[in-house]
């Protein structure tokens, strides 16, 4: 068994060295010299622009939580710090007020986004879950506000002061 190939025209001009460097320099200069675009989630299904504020918000919370992953991955000694602006920057996107239906949209997709990913704490199912709270806001309309009782979720302490030895004993 043989394999034929087609023969090339021996009528057709053949190209100089000098042409098809030219040409493979052309070829390869479409592949090497695309820029990569800076990636970009696709657009949710229905949805027009979100407000500048909230396009912020979310990518704010996006590049903390990146942080906090590529910390991880390092085992910074800054964990705490990072995990604590990561849990500010998601709290700020959560409370946030919802002026269209485009910031909605891209509301739901970055609480629900979140909330599987790494780094979730494991308080499903109460009233202030962030799912809880998102379903609120996208069901009322308007933004719930962060219960009093949350506020310190997240945070660094504060560190306490020492006791007075005279005092203890």
Known sequence: ?????????????????????????????????????????????????????????????????AQCLHGMGEERADMAALRAAEEEAFRALLHAPLTSDADRGCYAAAVIERENGFLVRGYAGTRNDPLSVACRNLRFGEHAREPEAMRHIG?????????????VH
């Open 1 to 65: 068994m043989s394999l034929k190939l087609p023969r090339r025209n021996s009528d057709a001009p053949r190209l100089s060295l000098r042409e098809r460097y030219a040409a493979l320099k052309g070829s390869a200069a479409k592949v090497i010299g695309k820029g990569q675009p800076r990636h970009q989630w696709p657009r949710l299904a229905g949805g027009g622009e979100p407000s500048k504020a909230m396009s912020d918000l979310i990518e704010a919370h996006q590049l903390a939580y």
């Open 155 to 167: 945070r660094v302490a504060e560190p306490e002061a020492a006791a007075d030895p005279i005092l």
